[in-house]
């Protein structure tokens, strides 16, 4: 590994090269930054890393620490196009020094960024809100579902994950992000269980009956209290675990069963749309769905802050009519074209293209791992957007949790950045950037059947 680091650094400019002047200016010892970001650093994520590595720049997929050492990214569902793209820090410079305000004004980049994604949502869909996240996001789609339908009552699958502001908050109830989560759901929140094929209460292709029977029962406890309904929100493949399809037919039957009782079907493409699932742009394609409102974030600006709720004209209108809606830097120019100069890389280097036969190739190379270690109990997911999970016992498929994490410690030490995720903290959710190369791979897969082989 460490021939490969050379190799990788090697590629990578200094920063003289990328920005045209010197920015290596004197850095804390890693140690003391540490100490100075657990005093005043609000406390992360319950599995992040104990010791996280203090990065100093990053270049594609690749991040490299101050103290030298480089680590392949493989977690990193933010940064689409790679770190460090020239293209972005030229556009996003060239409108710095032109002008940066909010989107009160009318301005070029603005109007064409919500042109561009109107374009790319399906017919009908022509309706742009831009936002700073994926929460703020959710939070606003909910309101919308709220206004169009007159109703209240949401319906989310559990253990989903679609933000932290307070309504994307409500209908997120995942156990691992946030434990109380099924305790302190507000009354308008109905979760339904999970169509996980691979551990949920039925499992395999043709539980789609089933699964669909369990919204259709929670509705019949709303009509029982004459409760109407506004919206349904769900990812169209399940993410929280390592982005595990959703049965075929899904969401043909539930998206009906909603809007029959008027209902608005919402789509958090935040994690698998703009090309990560490969097959597609947006995730929802791979039920052969229309939602009536499309919710995006992270990849679309590759790091900045921000997000974009898609709708049908006549939805827009009704919170018009009745709320308020206004982001101080939401959409703003620069925010724009950062969101312009994305999708141009997208398109231009192929990275959907690159997303799907970078990851086949991937996920047949985890497979077969499958075949060697027992514990590697499924290899979920498509495109670049795949988890592996791992269990102590492929019948009853108890959640190898303390290994997972054990494992993501080793594999840091190998330089690979990993981390557990699902409720049960036992999968490796893959999602690095879409310019990931078949080598970095190749890279990833020999490391991991390295430390699966030596034991961690
Ligand atoms: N929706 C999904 C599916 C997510 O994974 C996330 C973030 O992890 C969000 C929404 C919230 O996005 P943000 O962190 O930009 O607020």
């Known amino acids: 590994t460490a021939g490969q680091a050379e190799a990788w650094r090697a590629l990578c400019p200094s920063p003289a090269q990328m920005l045209g002047f010197d920015c290596d200016a004197p850095l804390p010892a890693a140690g003391e930054l540490l100490q100075r970001r657990q005093r005043h650093f609000a406390r992360p994520q319950k599995n992040y890393y104990r010791q996280p590595p203090q990065i100093e720049r990053g270049w594609k997929e690749h991040l490299f620490d101050v103290e030298g050492r480089a680590y392949l990214d493989m977690v990193n569902n933010v940064t689409i196009v790679g770190h460090g793209h020239p293209r972005l820090s030229a556009a996003v410079g060239r409108q710095w020094s032109l002008l940066n305000t909010n989107s009160r004004f009318h301005y070029a980049s603005v109007a064409e960024f919500s042109e561009r994604l109107a374009g790319l949502a399906p017919e009908g869909l022509d309706t742009v809100f831009l936002v700073n996240s994926g929460s703020e996001a959710n939070d606003l789609a909910i ?24 309504a994307s908050d409500a209908v997120s109830t995942s156990i691992a992000d946030n434990p109380q989560a099924l305790t302190t759901r507000p009354d308008w929140v109905h979760a339904v269980i999970s169509p996980n094929t691979y551990r949920g209460a039925f499992r395999g292709e043709g539980s789609t009956v089933d699964y669909v029977r369990a919204v259709s029962e929670k509705l019949e406890e709303l009509d029982q209290r004459r409760e109407g309904l506004a919206g349904f929100i769900c990812e169209a493949v399940y993410g929280n675990a390592g982005g595990i399809p959703l049965p075929p037919g899904y969401l043909q039957a539930v998206y009906a069963t909603v809007r029959a009782r008027g209902g608005v079907c919402i789509a958090d493409e935040v994690q698998v749309g703009y090309g990560r699932l490969g097959h597609h742009f947006w995730g929802f394609e791979e039920q052969r769905v229309v939602p009536d409102i499309i919710t995006v974030a992270k990849g679309m600006g590759n790091g900045h802050p921000l997000g974009a709720v898609i709708t049908r004209r006549e939805i827009a209108e009704a919170l018009e009519k009745e709320g308020y809606f206004f982001s101080s830097a939401g959409g703003s120019p620069v925010s724009s074209v950062v969101g312009l100069t994305v999708l141009d890389i997208l398109h231009d280097e192929a990275l959907q293209e690159n997303a799907r036969t970078v990851g086949d190739h991937l996920k047949v190379r985890l497979q077969a791992l499958g075949e060697r270690f027992p514990m590697v109990g499924a290899v979920h997911g498509m495109g670049l957007y795949l988890g592996v999970e791992f269990v102590r016992d492929r019948e009853t498929l108890e959640p190898a949790t303390q290994e997972t994490a054990a494992i993501c410690d080793r594999l840091l030490e190998l330089g690979v950045i990993m981390q557990p995720t699902g409720d049960h903290l036992n999968v490796l959710k893959i999602k690095p950037p879409l310019c990931l190369s078949r080598e970095s791979a190749d890279f990833f897969a020999e490391m991991l059947e390295r430390v699966l082989d030596d034991g961690w």
């Open 143 to 166: 309101r919308l579902a709220w206004a169009y339908s007159g109703a209240r009552h949401m319906l989310s699958l559990l253990e989903a994950y679609h933000g932290w502001t307070v």
